[in-house]
């Protein structure tokens, strides 16, 4: 069977803190003296421990909504303070790839090589790193000036020379490819070197033994009379030389100057070669 607490000392507890409510505020209204001072403090020792049990209670509560309150507002800053953060890092990028665009197009205007010849600028619109051939897509052709034969060039040196000219487009037969070949010099050292495929070294042949070469020299085009390039712009930096004795020609490597892969402008050069003689550059 139940047993029902009795609700008699509930009832009793509400009226005291009700009764030292009233007192309380009485007193507040009136002068605290006399018997109403008295019942005020007793009022007071009564209710005060009443309140702080109630503020305990509902102080996890009150702590909770300021809580979400707040972490709602702090991420609302920090959304806003990524999209800030965001927007100068993306307006850093695209400065910093302004500044680079920049930088590569003053090169490009004053190239310390074949000063004298007229440039036509091109962008770098696609690659054609292929099995057959390895070429870039400009986008400047026939009604730019730009013919088949013209070489192209970078600010550091030699990137190839123009294979097929459209009237907006044309194709650069690259330098690394296997059926390129350029006639080159270290000084008085000339030569002719052979693309052996992309990211591969330019193979130098018809340099004799004894040769007056060493690495890190850099070859430069030997503008040799029915050459396809005009003289003096640089191709590769040697990075092997091998004189084996009893050998026929001396075993050279040159690495490019002009790495294709990072390309975004380049210079077609308006310079047609005297006559085609195949072999030399």
Known sequence: MAVRRPTRPRFVLL??????????????????NGYVGKLKGYASDVFTPVQTGVLDVFRPVGNFFKGAFEY?????????????LG??????????????????????EKLPFAPSLHQIAAEVVDTGFG??????????????????????????????????????????L??????????????????????????????????FPPAKVKKHDVMVTSGLQGGLFPPGIPVGRISRVSDHTGDLQEDIEI?????????????VLVWEPPSTVPGSG
Not at 15 to 32: E, N
Not at 255 to 261: A, F, I, K, T, W
Request: avoid cysteine; glycine fraction near 12%; proline fraction near 2%.
């Open 87 to 108: 927007a100068a890092r993306r307006a850093g990028v695209t400065a910093a790839d302004q500044q680079r665009e920049l930088q590569t197009l003053t090169q490009l």
């Open 72 to 84: 709602g507002s702090l991420r609302r800053q920090n959304a806003a303070l990524k999209a800030e």
């Open 174 to 207: 690259l330098v690394t490819d296997p059926s390129s070949s350029i006639g080159v010099r270290d000084g008085s050292v000339i030569g002719v070197a052979a693309g052996q495929g992309l990211g591969q070294a330019l193979r130098v042949d018809y340099i």
């Open 15 to 32: 009226l005291l803190v009700l009764t030292a409510g009233t007192i309380i505020t009485l007193g507040y209204r009136t002068q605290a």
């Open 131 to 172: 099995n057959y051939q390895l070429t870039l897509e400009l986008n400047r052709g026939t009604s730019a000036g730009v013919q088949v034969g013209m070489p192209v060039t970078s600010g550091e040196g030699l990137v190839g020379r123009v294979v097929q000219s459209n009237r907006s487009t044309s194709t650069v």
């Open 255 to 267: 690495q490019p100057v002009v790495d294709v892969n990072s390309l975004e402008f380049v210079d």
